[in-house]
Each structure stands twice: as C-alpha cells, then as structure tokens.
T-cell receptor
Framework: GEDVEQSLFLSVREGDSSVINCTYTDSSSTYLYWYKQEPGAGLQLLTYIFSNMDMKQDQRLTVLLNKKDKHLSLRIADTQTGDSAIYFCAESNPGNTGKLIFGQGTTLQVKP | GAVVSQHPSWVICKSGTSVKIECRSLDFQATTMFWYRQFPKQSLMLMATSNEGSKATYEQGVEKDKFLINHASLTLSTLTVTSAHPEDSSFYIC??????????????FGPGTRLLVL
C-alpha cells in the first residue's frame, strides 16, 4: 500500500537553511504537499507540487521532487524561530478519492 | 481565501455524553470534507470522508455508529462523538476539499478541536 516516510527530528540554528526530506512509495501520486503544524493548531498548507514538476520555489521555500527515487524535500532558507513546528509531507491518493497519505511528521527545532 | 473553521475549539465532557463538532468552509464550497484524529506527537489518522448529500465513507476500524458524520451543505460538516468515553479524548481535525482547478486538489484544514472526556 501507499506509504510516506519522514525523519522525525531536525535541529538547526537561526539563519541557517533547513532541509526536510520525505520518501513515498506510490509512483502514481499526482500531487505532493507540505503542511506545517504549530502546537495545538491545525495544519497549514505551505506548498504543493505537481508530480510532473521537478522544483517549485515560493519565497523562502523550495520544494524538490525526484520522481525516479520517489523523494521529496522542503528547503527553508534563512530559518527563523517562528519556523519551529512539525512539518508533514503528504501525497494524494492515486485513485483520486481525495485522500491524503501523511508522513509521520518532522519536528523542526530552530535554535537562536 | 480557503479558510476552514471548527467549533468548538475545545470541549470537556463527562463520560457517556455526546459531543458535536462543526467544520465549516468559510469562503469556498467544499464538496468533500475529511475528519481526522490526531494523538499527541503522532500523525493524522483519517477517520472518514464526507461528501455533501451522501453517506460518509469510514476508514477501516472506525465505528460509524460511534462517530456520526453529517454533510448537509457545501459549507458544513458535523462530527458527533456519541456516548463519549475517555479513550475518545483526542484532537479532531477536519479538512475541506473544494472545487475548481486548484481547490479541487488541495485540502484545507481547520484549527482542530480538542476533546477531553472525563
């Protein structure tokens, strides 16, 4: 079945770049997403990428997709303390039922 | 755009009572809404998919008589936890999937409802 995996924890210093990685198993995924969750809150959509794209940049965020290796990454440039949160990678259900398959989430800790 | 609200944001209830949680898409029409449950420091677990005007589709292992879902309009879905017990205590999050080229493929999440059953 579909599976999405992420590393559980990443710690960086303020001002550095953060790279959060994600791997998925279903090659027929059409959309891949990055969501951010702050403590006690819902999920905020950060960005998404179509499976026929290699890269997408949006201000400080850069998403890279390696479809051959089924690897997705999120790079946050100039990481700030406000970026501390849990980041979830998700893929859309290939049957187009709208379901999202989530990774376990990566906790990003930004040290001042 | 694409704002989803939930009400209440938190609720404490006694064991055996029923609790209703509302999920609203404020500025778009949601043909499909999803209900998730999240335990501390864990990922989201999909409970059910709710389509406007039809019965919800429940994931395996989720009791449909325990978690009643109603999606009566294109902007409102409700989740009722019936006869709640302490093990139902959790963070419940809804999401809404809209129509249109972009909205159709993206889920927008509500802020979540924290339920504590005593």
């Amino acid at each position: 079945g579909e599976d999405v995996e992420q590393s559980l924890f990443l710690s960086v210093r303020e001002g550095d770049s953060s790279v959060i990685n994600c791997t998925y198993t279903d090659s027929s995924s059409t959309y891949l997403y990055w969501y951010k969750q702050e403590p006690g809150a819902g999920l905020q959509l950060l960005t998404y990428i179509f499976s026929n794209m290699d890269m997408k940049q949006d201000q400080r965020l850069t998403v890279l997709l390696n479809k051959k290796d089924k690897h997705l990454s999120l790079r946050i440039a100039d990481t700030q303390t406000g970026d501390s949160a849990i980041y979830f990678c998700a893929e859309s259900n290939p049957g187009n039922t709208g379901k999202l398959i989530f990774g376990q989430g990566t906790t990003l800790q930004v040290k001042p | 755009g694409a704002v989803v609200s939930q009400h209440p944001s938190w609720v404490i209830c006694k064991s055996g009572t029923s609790v209703k949680i509302e999920c609203r898409s404020l500025d778009f029409q949601a043909t499909t809404m999803f209900w998730y449950r999240q335990f501390p420091k864990q990922s989201l677990m999909l409970m059910a998919t709710s389509n406007e005007g039809s019965k919800a589709t429940y994931e395996q292992g989720v009791e449909k008589d325990k978690f009643l879902i109603n999606h009566a309009s294109l902007t409102l879905s409700t989740l009722t936890v019936t006869s709640a017990h302490p093990e139902d205590s959790s963070f419940y999050i809804c999401s809404a999937r809209g129509t249109g080229v972009v909205f159709r493929e993206t889920q927008y999440f509500g802020p979540g409802t924290r339920l504590l059953v005593l």
